[in-house]
């Protein structure tokens, strides 16, 4: 079981940082997504880290804005979201599937595909005010 945790509401151009807990394990090779999905709009991937071996993925959209980790803790991970705008305001979710292969997915395909994780939490909302 996944939950998701520090979404809110802030002003373009302020941060927000997101975790992702997971509960009864711990992230040993997993690959974790965060995926957004707006009113009206297609789930999207933004950010995805294989904690086996640290490869990390990031979507156009966020590259240089939004930061992936894995905590100390092994069982969380975070996306640090800076320089928020309004196009970033929609459900968060995190996403994870043991292994390798959604990561290998991601690098050969260049995005991340919802059915390549297996594991959701319920979302955290994010909202970006201009």
């Known amino acids: 079981q996944l939950e998701e945790s520090g979404g809110g509401s802030v002003q373009a151009g302020g941060s927000l940082s997101l975790s992702c807990t997971a509960s009864g394990y711990t992230y040993n090779s997993n690959c974790i997504g965060w995926f957004r999905q707006a009113p009206g709009k297609e789930r999207e991937g933004v950010a995805a880290i294989y904690t086996g071996g640290g490869s990390t993925y990031y979507a156009d959209s966020v590259k240089g804005r939004f930061t992936i980790s894995q905590g100390n803790a092994k069982n969380t991970v975070y996306l640090q979201m800076n320089s928020l705008k309004p196009e970033d305001t929609a459900l968060y979710y995190c996403?994870?599937?043991?292994?390798?292969?959604?990561?290998?997915?991601?690098?050969?395909?260049?995005?991340?595909?919802?059915?390549?994780?297996?594991?959701w939490g319920q979302g955290t909302r994010v909202t970006v005010s201009s």
């Open positions: 996403a994870t599937d043991e292994g390798i292969w959604p990561m290998t997915r991601i690098q050969a395909l260049g995005v991340m595909a919802p059915a390549d994780f297996g594991v």
